[in-house]
């Protein structure tokens, strides 16, 4: 039930974006909570793949009247993370459970406690497009439902107020990254092929497409060594695409790095072993 309770705040949140409320009813149905010291991943970016459910740590400070009740029942208060404005909302996503609380400060009007929680974002149903890669900000949701149903009657009165811009979160695409040297094994001083492939998530079809225009350097690691060094810079092509040649100088392992950009995030390829006789 306080799952559902907590996705029908989320789901009217969005409903009701763009839709302002008179005044005098706002001021009358909103306590006057004050959510400070928001902080989404522990300030890192979140790295989101086409399948995998991310959950993203969320800690902060909840200051409450203290004649308002946040039980997880008939109230809930808890962050949030959305994209685009209060007055247009472009996308949203919240915690799946209640967050854990502990009170640290009472006085005869407020209470104030510590909480955590988890943002959850699944790929397949909370991101829809390239847009959704950008800096998402962090707003405090309080929703409350109070309903009295009989037989023959039944009325229910629900309320949501979220306060934005408490903090921001980068959400970026997940990127993957592919090597094979050949031929193997090679004569010293002989010219190997490094070829791969660079993809990154694209949430709109659920699955990994080429990331073309990048620059990607190829690094390598003597057998010896457990150090890579950088060999060269190239640009992945066409549906990302990487091929590059090198002369053999010695056994060891080959790889392509990706350092990111804004929207996507960093990634390496795991080591191709070539033997060089």
Request: glycine fraction near 10%; charge should be positive.
């Amino acid at each position: 039930m306080r799952k559902l309770a907590i996705g029908a705040a989320l789901s009217g949140a969005l409903a009701l974006a763009g839709v302002a409320a008179p005044a005098a009813s706002a001021a009358t149905s909103t306590p006057d909570l004050k959510f400070t010291g928001v902080t989404v991943n522990n300030g890192k970016a979140i790295v989101v793949g086409t399948t995998k459910t991310v959950s993203v740590p969320v800690t902060y400070t909840l200051t409450r009247p203290v004649d308002v009740n946040i039980d997880g029942d008939t109230a809930f208060a808890g962050v949030i993370l959305y994209r685009g404005t209060l007055k247009s909302l472009q996308n949203m996503v919240g915690p799946d459970d209640l967050p854990t609380c502990t009170t640290t400060a009472t006085t005869d009007t407020t209470v104030t406690a510590s909480c955590a929680e988890k943002v959850v974002i699944d790929p397949t149903m909370d991101l829809f497009e390239a847009a959704d890669a950008t800096t998402w900000k962090a707003g405090g949701l309080y929703s409350h439902s109070d309903t009295t149903s009989s037989d023959d009657f039944l009325s229910i009165n629900a309320g949501t107020a979220i306060w934005g811009n408490l903090g921001t979160a980068k959400v970026q695409r997940a990127a993957k990254l592919t090597a094979d040297a050949s031929p193997e094994p090679v004569a010293k001083g002989r010219t190997i092929t490094v070829k791969g492939k660079l993809t990154r998530a694209d949430w709109n079809a659920a699955a990994y497409k080429g990331y073309s225009g990048q620059k990607v350097v190829l690094q390598f690691r003597a057998a010896s060594s457990t150090t890579y060094t950088d060999v060269k810079a190239i640009t992945s092509g066409t549906g990302g695409a990487l091929s590059t040649t090198v002369k053999a100088s010695k056994s060891g392992y080959y790889r392509y790095v990706f350092a990111g950009t804004t929207t996507t995030a960093a990634t390496k390829a795991a080591g191709d072993y070539i033997k060089v006789n």
